[in-house]
């Protein structure tokens, strides 16, 4: 039996002044926090890629895996996430985080 994991899932609305770039750059930094944040095993982002039209405007997404509920816990107050939280926030019209338990989890 394998250890559940905890998956952190959002996805963004950015506004419609931010750039490219600085979409790039957001989910570079969201990117780095891995190894640098204990117990944060992965994380995976991308625009939205489906034909069903079901997104509500929302234009990128992201997963994040982490090794335990409490490892997520410790995430949140942590001084790079919350610096990854200043630069990212003020460029988003809108977002939706969701977690979850998994048990028996593939990457």
């Known amino acids: 039996m ?3 994991v905890t998956r952190h899932f959002g996805v ?3 506004n419609p002044e931010v750039t490219p770039e600085q979409i790039e750059e957001s989910f570079s930094m969201m990117q780095k926090m891995v190894g ?3 117990g944060l095993l992965s994380m995976e982002n991308g625009p939205y890629k489906s034909d069903e039209g079901l997104n509500d405007g929302y234009t990128h997404g992201f ?3 982490f ?3 409490e490892s997520r816990d410790a995430y949140l107050p942590h001084p790079v996430h919350l ?5 990212v926030q003020p460029k988003l019209e809108s977002l939706v985080v969701f977690d979850f ?7």
């Open 2 to 4: 394998s250890t559940p």
């Open 12 to 14: 963004f609305k950015f």
């Open 36 to 38: 640098q944040i204990d």
């Open 63 to 65: 997963i994040m895996t």
């Open 67 to 69: 090794d335990s509920p």
């Open 83 to 87: 610096k990854v939280v200043d630069f």
């Open 101 to 107: 338990d998994v048990d028996n989890a593939t990457f």
